[in-house]
């Protein structure tokens, strides 16, 4: 589960790695489903990301590409963010 604030400027570079890190973690092994949405108000997003298990998203977490943008992510995009890892024990919707 990522919480992030975005800081202002940088739309376009951001917008396009955000694609980028879409596209890639769609790719991993024992990747299953990603969810993302954004108040463009505050600029708070919340991005939750499900893995089948902790090691398929360790992997997500190590991958080259992944570590350049949260370098580029604490440096340029974010103004503060935060990263929970949980286990999903139960999941249920409808229809």
């Not at 708070?44 to 089948?52: I, P």
Request: cysteine-free; proline content about 4%.
């Amino acid at each position: 589960i990522f919480v992030s604030r975005r800081a202002a400027g940088h739309d376009v570079e951001y917008a396009a790695m955000a694609d980028r890190m879409d596209e890639l973690a769609r790719q991993q092994p024992g990747f299953v489903e990603m969810v993302s949405v954004r108040d463009p108000k505050t600029r708070v997003g919340l991005t939750v990301s499900y893995f089948v298990d902790e090691e398929s998203a360790r992997a997500w977490k190590q991958h080259p590409e992944h570590l350049v943008a949260q370098s580029r992510g604490a440096a340029e995009f974010y103004e503060e963010y935060r990263v929970t890892v949980a286990e999903v024990t139960r999941s249920y919707g409808f229809p």
